[in-house]
């Protein structure tokens, strides 16, 4: 079998999913520095698909490295399935909470709302920021797995 | 070449062309049916897209007709990886901007705002749902020309 770059067991895919967990961490890190997100649907939403993420990708990181360091994986399409879904899953719903965010961010930074001061909803916009580059790592991954998947 | 159902000059995938332009033209009517949208960022994001996505469903919907009715395309690589890129795009613009409305929808019907008298909220968030329903078919589509690519 010809090996994909980025697919599950490589080395590329090991480096997708480090980027996956810091980028979502520095989300959730820059969302609950202030503790008063949860007075928006769309922050709360953020931070459940961030705890929601985060294990998947350390988890997803641990097999990769099992795999680059110690013995390639055999790969069965009924596993590829599962991690291609939960990828795919994953991607659209922080996708979906980063796009959330920052327009409820903008929103909240045009009207000038008390509810924002200082630097607070700048915040918020890194943390979209940081949502976005989770999600397009996430799609990646999901993307060099789904390659493989009609070949096996 | 076995054929996927769905994929590019299937009536699957007519009747998936079919239902994106439905439901991108009800989420622009709902969205445009007054005109004061434009004065969120999210909503002028969602009519930016779902201008988009209508030519191009509707494109791609008469080639399916007529693959359908006259005669089977023949697929050519190149061209199905412009049509998969183009449907991949605007499904994630799409998801993207029917977050977007969705949470403003939210923000601006929770905290009872005065731009959002009557029932004109309640039509923002028809308007997401039917950009909601708009990128499920559109990402079956790409799915499911995504799925024969490797075989050309």
Redesign the interface.
Known sequence: MDEVPGSLGTSASLALRLGQTIFSCASLFFMCLDVNFYG???FC?LVTIMGLMIPWSVTMGLVDAYSVFVKFPTRQPGVMIIIIVGDWVLS?LT??????????A??LI?ARSPLCPGKICSRYSASAAMAFLSWFLSFASSLFN??IL??L
């Not at 909470?97 to 327009?103: K, M, N, P, Y």
Request: proline share 5%; glycine share 4%.
């Open positions: 928006y649907t769309a939403f659209f996708l979906g909470a980063a796009c959330s965010t920052a327009s409820v903008q929103l045009e789904f390659w009609p070949k």
